[in-house]
């Protein structure tokens, strides 16, 4: 895949996305772990008390940082480039557990660290080239394809199900519950943020983007999926670690 200037900003900005979005784990984990600490309610139970554990929103605004960093990278590159470099928040997250709160990267968390890294740069390397984008409805009119819908229709059953039927029974003992809602939400959002940045960098450029409501409804689409990957992350942290 050949790197033209846009292509290098959008891979630059999801590097310092990945690395920004994977130290605001830990930093959340370490003010998480402070508010259970206070108040003796864990975020994974219901609690909120880390709204008032101010490592917590260090931790939330180094992560819209990285958010903000990656959401510019779709404007400027392809989503098939973006998003593979957002598995490598994974590994800055596991080493830097590893060193400051000291939950030990075994054997199969390093084979997977590597896999990550691997995965990511096969993908990026025989990644497809992206034709430019003119106008947001271009975009609406790929996500309003039939197989897509039928796409987000079993992704919005799929995480009903979790959210109402497993995660009260079992997801403060299984974290895949709520790592499965976060990542289920986290497929809608690529489109999405892809869309929004897209219309964003058309609009800076001159064509306004911001006249057709597709643009604003995917700018809704934006802040339900953020919103509920950010309750949902919250809870992963506090299920079955502490």
Known sequence: MGFSKDNLKGFVLALLSSGFIGASFI???????????????????????????????????????????????????????????????????????HFILKERLHRLGVLGCVMCIAGSIIIVIHAPKEHSITSVLEIWSMATQPAFLLYVGSVVVLVFILVFHFAPQ????????????????????????????????????????????????????????????????????????L
């Open 27 to 97: 930093i959340k984990k370490k003010g998480l772990r402070r508010a259970a600490a206070t108040s003796g309610v864990r975020a994974g139970y219901g609690g909120y008390s880390y709204l008032l554990e101010p490592l917590w929103w260090l931790g939330f605004i180094t992560m819209i940082v990285g958010e903000i960093a990656n959401f510019v990278a779709y404007a400027f590159a392809p989503a098939v480039l973006v998003t593979p470099l957002g598995a490598l928040s994974i590994i800055v997250s596991a080493v830097l557990a």
């Open 170 to 241: 079992c997801g403060h003992t299984n974290v895949l519950v709520f790592t499965g809602i976060c990542s289920l939400m986290g497929s809608l959002s690529v489109m999405s943020v892809k869309a929004l940045g897209t219309a964003l960098k058309l609009t800076f450029e001159g064509k306004n983007q911001l006249i057709y409501p597709e643009t604003w409804f995917f700018m809704l689409v934006v802040a339900t999926c953020v919103i509920t990957q950010m309750n949902y992350l919250n809870k992963v942290r506090n299920s079955v670690s």
